[in-house]
């Protein structure tokens, strides 16, 4: 069993802020069924609502008017169950006034929970492209990736966020060591294995390489999962790298049974087990870091 199952005891709720679809498993569809399949509650903000994910074609999209989003997100702040609240995760922005009233949320989550945990996906871009506006991933790399414990960009994203090409696995390291948040997964890290991907754990001098064989024309909705179940993983107590570990098994288990069957969709709803109790085998490296300082 690849990292172990989740313990069974009382969970915090996890604010999970991101887009939603009516159909299929992306965004907050695919965060919250994984964190939820995990044992933990989640109070769902939705920032954009699409028919379906754009890859499929155009469809209408109702992003909340700026007054209406910020209100339901201070009203959340003001609450009192904020208490219940033990992790924030940030994903996919309808529009950059977004995030302002996210931060805010943030703010008030930790002044009543200081061990509370954000994980801020920077859900921007992909293969070489931006998907979302200048203005939003300059408001997210400015005003949210600082204050988050943890962030998850692709390799894509990361050069956006960092303004700089990165070739190799060493570049990844040195760049998420220099982005702010203590714990960084690169996902779509250059393998070692031939045919192969990886998520890249850089924590602290630490630096950890889970890699897998690479799936062809996987279904959207891939960092959306990783993201969740690394930080249901991470909230269960387990230590980053197990996190990593567990993490990446489950997501290429569920990829690989998902293509298998030929679905355009992440098949969650099928393969909840394997959230849980992943069998895949994934190849774990620990590589040397660019720099051999701990980072404070």
């Known amino acids: 069993m690849a990292g172990g199952s989740v313990e069974s ?9 991101s887009s939603h679809v009516a159909r299929g498993s992306v965004g907050n569809r695919a965060a919250a069924f994984a964190l939820e399949a995990l044992g933990f509650p989640v109070w769902s903000v939705p920032t ?3 028919p379906f994910h754009p890859g499929h074609g155009p469809g209408t999209r109702i992003v909340p008017p700026a007054e209406a989003f910020a209100g339901l997100v201070d009203d959340l702040a003001g609450s009192p169950w904020l208490k219940e609240v033990g992790a924030v995760l940030t994903g996919y922005f309808g529009s950059p006034d977004q995030i302002a009233p996210t931060v805010r949320l943030i703010e008030a989550v930790r002044r009543v929970n200081p061990e509370a945990i ?5 859900a921007t871009g992909d293969a070489g492209r931006l998907y979302q506006p200048e203005e939003t991933l300059a408001a997210i790399r400015d005003h949210l990736v600082p204050i988050a414990d943890i962030a998850t960009p692709n390799r894509f994203e990361l050069e956006f966020l960092c303004g700089l090409e990165l070739s190799d696995n060493r570049d990844l390291a040195e760049a998420a060591s220099a982005l ?11 393998a070692m294995l031939r045919g192969g991907t990886g998520n890249l754990l850089v924590r602290d001098f ?6 897998h064989r690479l799936i062809e024309n996987a279904p959207k909705g891939v960092g959306d999962l990783t ?3 690394f930080l249901a993983r991470i909230l269960s107590g387990a230590t980053p790298e197990k996190a990593l570990q567990a993490t990446t098994a489950a997501v290429f288990e569920i990829l690989a049974r998902t293509t298998k069957r030929g679905a355009d969709e992440l098949t ?6 394997s959230l849980k109790h992943p069998m895949a085998m994934v190849q774990m490296r620990r590589l040397a870091h660019p720099s051999g300082n701990r980072r404070a």
């Open 227 to 229: 993201s969740a179940v």
């Open 48 to 50: 954009v609502t699409l």
């Open 268 to 273: 969650l709803e099928t393969d909840a087990d």
């Open 9 to 17: 005891r009382d969970r915090p709720a996890v604010i999970s802020i």
């Open 118 to 122: 954000v994980l801020c996906d920077p």
């Open 206 to 211: 630490e630096t950890v390489l889970a890699e």
């Open 180 to 190: 702010g948040p203590r714990t960084v997964v690169v996902t779509s890290a250059f």
